[in-house]
């Protein structure tokens, strides 16, 4: 039987190697994108903002540039993640795309360098170290695999939720850092987005609700264009000097950035200057091994609700080492670590597609959208409050995902006692960093600036030093005198 071509073809794409045919593939495989689209640019989008590098602050033309690295950076390591060079990529059906997961270690580390392109280069110089360190953490994974449990996975994906939720927050309400933060329009334009996306998730199947978040993007950039034709476009506030400032409303959208982007344009190598400092790089290489524990929780997500089975040692190897390399790659071109994306791996529990052909037709869109500025221009202009409406959303369901982690074991006392004590103590500490104001700088540095790194760490010794529960032995009563028949008898 032609292996490109069997009946229909359709019975190809839930296996895994085979070539089903492109009328198939092709609308499967942008579903995929669809699905983390919005995703990949969020996170460079929100630390671009965080530092300052905003298109009013004249850094344009770079966010543009930036954007549309991350599409190309997100194509190519997911092309090798699915086809593998050498012991590089795990050949699993799974998406790569810029890692949501860093974005509360690497704001404290840009902030602790002083914000703008200095605090966002010391980000890139931190993932260049970190994505190696990654990669050989991948090398060595069969003997640290046991280390790491659905328990100790889920503290630190809930982590991570709990994290991005204050970041998501603020972009909702249209960016703390616009004198029209908080404004009824911002508010508006937020519940907006949200409402369509819950409708469209749970009122409709198919395209629509798969691609719900990127619609409630469209919708809100819709909104924004008919609230501009009818509302003032400045606004007046005082700033912290006392003084009156005239500026543009935080939603307005600026085409004109969209219109001076090229069509065409071959991405820029470094787009901004790497900056190598410890305050930065010991923080971020402890979220790659955070990393690395969510890419093993994806690979198995995949292998489990994909194949019905658990993946090998090579598959997650592959795949840790992918995540690693791929990372120090994107930082070439200035763009965040880039990782598995766990939202495509629900689509594959959904759908069982698997199908690794499929899965680089995906990764292919990505790439060419990566060469086409004024569609990275277009993502570029989106304001805080459209963002927000989605990121919200997508922030609080890592927490739920953490917690079907953390529930797949009985929550006994003592899985609830390491819970409760790496979330509140661990994620507290971190996300307090002034409690630890008084302990030497190697402290603060590691466990004060993100409640992640703290929970992980906590959750890992807990999880080593608290004997673990015993097996349920039955009451006496109920073991049968010969130990060989079993307690019940079989039906007939």
Known sequence: MDKTDSGSGKELIYQLEGRPPLRIAIPLGLQHVLAMFVGNLTPLIILMGICGMTVDGGFGALRVSLLQNAMLIAGIVTLVQVFSIGPIGGRVPIVMGTSSGF?????????????????????????????????VLGVFLKPLRKFFPPLVTGIVVMSIGLSLI???????????????????????????????????????????????ILIGIIAGYILCAIMGIFLPHTYTYTDAAGKTVEATKSWVLNWQAVKDAAWFKVPALMPVKWVFDVKAILPVMIMFIVTAVETVGDISGVCE???????????????????????????????????????????????????????????I?????????????????????????????????????GMQLVTKDPLTPRNVSI??????????????????????????????????????????????VIPKDKPHTPPAAEVPDNPMEPLIEPKE
Do not use: W
């Open 166 to 212: 204050s970041v998501g927050v603020n972009s909702f309400g249209g960016g703390n850092k616009n004198g029209d933060f908080g404004s009824p329009e911002n508010l508006l334009i937020g519940f907006f987005v949200l409402i369509v996306i819950l409708v469209l998730k749970h009122g409709t199947k198919g395209f629509t609700s798969t691609s719900s």
């Open 305 to 363: 609700g994909g194949m019905n089975r658990e993946p090998s040692d090579k598959e997650l190897s592959g795949g840790i080492i992918c995540d690693g390399l791929g990372s120090s790659f994107a930082a070439l071109f200035g763009v965040l670590p880039n990782t598995s994306f766990s939202q495509n791996v629900g689509l594959v529990a959904l759908n069982k597609v698997v199908n690794l052909f499929t899965i680089a037709i995906g990764g």
């Open 365 to 401: 869109f990505l790439v060419l959208c990566g060469l086409f500025p004024k569609l990275a221009a277009l993502m570029s202009i989106m304001p805080n409050s459209v963002l927000g409406g989605a990121a919200v959303l997508m922030f609080a369901s890592i927490i739920v995902s």
């Open 419 to 464: 819970v409760a004590t790496a979330l509140g103590v661990g994620y507290g500490l971190g996300a307090t960093p002034g409690v630890l104001a008084k302990c030497p700088q190697f402290i603060q540095l590691i466990f004060g600036e993100s409640g992640i790194v703290s929970a992980c760490v906590i959750a890992l010794v807990m999880n080593i």
């Open 103 to 135: 974005i509360g270690v690497m704001t404290s580390a840009a902030n602790a360098m002083g914000g703008g392109v200095i605090g966002y280069g010391a980000v890139l110089g931190a993932s260049f170290v970190g994505g190696i360190f990654e990669a």
